[in-house]
């Protein structure tokens, strides 16, 4: 299980003068960064790790790799062969996987500019997730990603960048290019207005409409927000590529396919709570961010 | 004890246009690069972490203070206010001590800026140290700088660095102020000509004085390489604050004060030996950086 959650209040850095639509008082803002502090994807390589686990992830990202081409590609036209670029992967996560979109693009420019007899960039290559990410694991696979690029006639220096994504997290007009692969589906708190989805912890098929409207009103706020940030901190001409859950069924948005998997995990919980392994007051508060 | 140790092969970042002095053949690379991967400090925040027995350093940051801050003031002068600025702490290791240089660094631009009705600059925080090195640990010590600097008007961004000081960490022309507190002793590698020097793992009182000479030479080369790459990696105007061990004692190199604590350690692994802990062959290849 994907395990990475996110959360709008401000970790890493710290903006006096935001202009983010939230704004939380001093007491509210350490409630909510506890809050935010207690999510983490499950660290280490071990077998239960999401660095073992992350199959899906991967393969997300390879389906996703003819975009990232493409556009990286297209980001060193638009910035006509530049001599520095800064990329940004959001929700790196940990393990193996966290470098693979940035060797990609690594690889990407020196093939690019090697065709067109131009020197590449330098690269500022920042690996983000939320602080309790487990940055040390993804670390000791760099001398692996050193090896895999030891013929990049580059040069590429890689930092880990502790934060939520809805949160500033870069100076203004400084990224070039700004990758994010399942992740931006994880929203930054539980959406308002679940009183009704009782012993669900996601959308059902059973859920009333109200659910869907909350998780919807939830995202756009979120997303709204996490466009608003990055176009701050992004240069005019620059490029993103996210890469996101989708939907088959447009028409029924408490469809089956839609929420199936999380409707298991629902009914596992509601498992637990009858062989009271957990209480149905803690239940209560279990939800899908 | 301090255990934060450097080598010299680039781990987060490879230059291949290097023009460093010394080059390795991939094998070597490979070679050098699992001897720095072994390199790291004891993790976490238990009783025997670096974290909790870093007082020595904490006080060796507190004596330099005025100089952090004087320079600082004068980075903002040189630059004439400038609207971003790139700090970089080389060598921080984890804990809470890493976060203090910088926070005095943001402080004194804060109260700097106000004093002169100035918008402060939006704040690139660069923590370096080895890949081993426990991020994770710093990381988590975040909310505690972010709360201790809510008041600060200016933005600021924490990010992690993996690397050697001795490698290239930045773009070139990317930072403007560079502080380092005791780190810059550790070497880069084991001195070459160390032969004579049996059974100790330092220079002490009874070293030939070719033990202190292959000392001082490793660490002028290491020096120099560490100039010359942050000559590379600074702006126009820039300041390094680098803070040393030095010795008071310049006439007699072998001078009890400069190396008594190591002899001690020295003989304790002797001990070691003769009790048949750590087997002679092991001793022989025990040195300190």
Chains 1, 2 share one sequence.
Not at 110 to 133: A, G, H, R, S, Y
Not at 194 to 218: D, F, G
Not at 222 to 241: A, H, Q, S
Request: proline fraction near 4%; charge should be positive.
């Amino acid at each position: 299980m994907d395990s990475r959650f996110t959360h709008i209040v401000p970790s890493s850095s710290f903006n006096g003068n935001t202009d983010q639509n939230e704004k939380y008082s001093d007491d509210e803002e350490r409630s909510l960064y506890s809050f935010a502090t207690a999510l983490s994807m499950s660290g280490g390589d071990g077998d239960n790790s999401y660095s073992t686990n992350s199959l899906l992830q991967r393969r997300v990202l390879s389906k996703a790799k003819p975009v990232l081409v493409k556009n990286t590609k297209e980001l060193i036209i638009n910035l006509n062969f530049p001599k520095y670029i800064k990329v940004a992967d959001l929700g790196c996560s940990s393990g193996q996987n966290t470098l693979l979109a940035m060797s990609e693009i690594i690889n990407t420019i020196n093939v690019f500019c090697q065709k067109w007899n131009q020197n590449p960039p330098e690269i500022d290559c920042c690996l983000n997730d939320l602080p309790n990410n487990d940055f040390n694991t993804t670390f000791k696979f760099i001398h692996l990603f050193s090896e895999k690029n030891l013929t990049c006639k580059g040069s590429y220096f890689v930092s880990g960048v502790p934060g939520s994504f809805y949160s500033r997290l870069f100076p203004r007009n400084s990224l070039h290019f700004v990758h994010s692969s399942y992740g931006l589906h994880w929203l930054s708190k539980v959406p308002e207005g679940l009183e009704k989805n009782k012993m669900s912890v996601y959308i059902t098929t059973s859920s009333p409409l109200s659910t869907y409207k909350a998780y919807l009103n939830q995202f756009q706020r979120d997303f709204t927000t996490f466009l608003k940030l990055r176009y701050e901190e992004m240069v005019p001409n620059g490029i993103m590529v996210l890469t996101f859950i989708g939907r088959n069924t447009i028409g029924n948005p408490l469809h089956r396919d839609c929420c199936h998997f999380w409707t298991l995990l629902s009914k596992s919980l509601r498992g637990l709570v009858v062989e009271v392994y957990i209480s149905k007051s803690k239940r209560k508060h279990l939800f899908l961010l």
